[in-house]
């Protein structure tokens, strides 16, 4: 497995312990736990708060006990998804949660990891976050139809030339399947210009987010988390399908008044607010982060608080 050579700074970080800082006792909850980093800030700015970290990739949960051994006693970990185990955990620690962080995308431990498929020269083509699963990138690219690879460039990857790719993509698997991730950058960088980003950049997010249903499980995550009381949520999304969601979610849950548009006058008692908005624009990372870690550059942190 690969490790950071160096500590390893969690994006957002001040953000992060800004908004959280005002909890001065009970559970906060890490739903992308990673290396750890978030948790472990957290933990040493405030002495009264536990903190239980959820990730699906395995090799994160180790690196991370590993990481976290000294606060074992406010510190545990468990295996899943933040979509299916957040409402489990709100069943039994519920009036306990005052925090709930989560850090949607891919971690540095994933990319890093030529072995994972994630990184543009990485010598396999699978991106499981939950390597348990069954659904990899390469049975993605080489046997979903011409229309479910145009489904996914067009939803998740927001790409303009959806069909030109698809297109090229099942033409050039019916010679020779892909094999490794750089078979498929190299391809889409022969195919495709993009004087801002790698032509494979928005392809790659597209076929992860297919592979791991990522913007279903931040959907049950919004679902499970708009139930929480008196608690601070916040999310850490890398693209604009996720904030978009995060943002629809927390105006959702602000509104006072929920009566249809084509009412005449309030009829619903104008008093069901969930809480409030903490960050009216999500916050996003300083030049001087961006310079340290450029994976910072697309990272946006909204966080609502809600009532108790």
Excluded at 30 to 50: E, M, R, V
Excluded at 63 to 83: M, N, P, T, V
Excluded at 106 to 116: E, H, I, Y
Excluded at 131 to 159: D, H, M, Q, V
């Amino acid at each position: 497995m690969n490790t950071p050579s160096s500590p390893h700074i969690p994006v957002l970080l001040e953000h992060v312990l800004d908004v959280f800082g005002n909890i001065s006792n009970g559970l906060i909850i890490d739903y992308t736990l990673g290396f750890g980093g978030h948790s472990q800030a957290l933990l040493d700015q405030n002495q009264n708060i536990s903190i239980i970290g959820i990730d699906k990739d395995i090799q994160a949960r180790d690196f991370a006990q590993k990481r976290l051994e000294k606060f074992k006693d406010r510190f545990s970990c468990i295996a899943g998804s933040f979509g299916e185990k957040f409402e489990e955990i709100l069943q039994s620690q519920g009036d306990k949660i005052k925090g709930v962080l989560a850090d949607i995308g891919v971690s540095s431990l994933q990319l890093d990891n030529n072995s994972r498929g994630f990184g543009f020269q990485s010598d396999n083509l699978d991106m499981r976050m939950d390597t348990s699963k069954p659904l990899e990138a390469k049975t993605i690219i080489n046997t979903y139809s011409s229309y479910e690879l145009e489904r996914i460039f067009r939803e998740y990857g927001e790409i303009k030339e959806y069909k030109k790719m698809a297109s090229l993509i099942v033409n050039a698997r019916s010679k020779q399947p892909f094999e490794s991730a750089q078979d498929l950058s190299t391809f889409l960088q022969k195919h495709f210009k993009n004087p801002r980003i790698h032509p494979g950049t928005l392809a790659f997010q597209a076929i992860r987010i297919e592979v791991n249903d990522e913007l279903g499980e931040l959907q049950k995550l919004l679902n499970s988390a708009s139930k929480l009381k008196g608690a601070v949520f916040g999310v850490i999304s890398f693209h604009s399908l996720e904030d978009r969601m995060v943002k629809t979610a927390f105006k959702e849950w602000s509104k006072s008044c929920i009566c249809s548009q084509n009412s005449y006058k309030c009829e619903c008692g104008n008093n069901h607010s969930k809480g409030v908005i903490i960050t009216k624009k999500p916050l996003i990372a300083s030049s001087e982060e961006i310079k340290q870690n450029p994976r910072a550059r697309s990272a946006k942190f909204r966080a609502f608080a809600f009532k108790d």
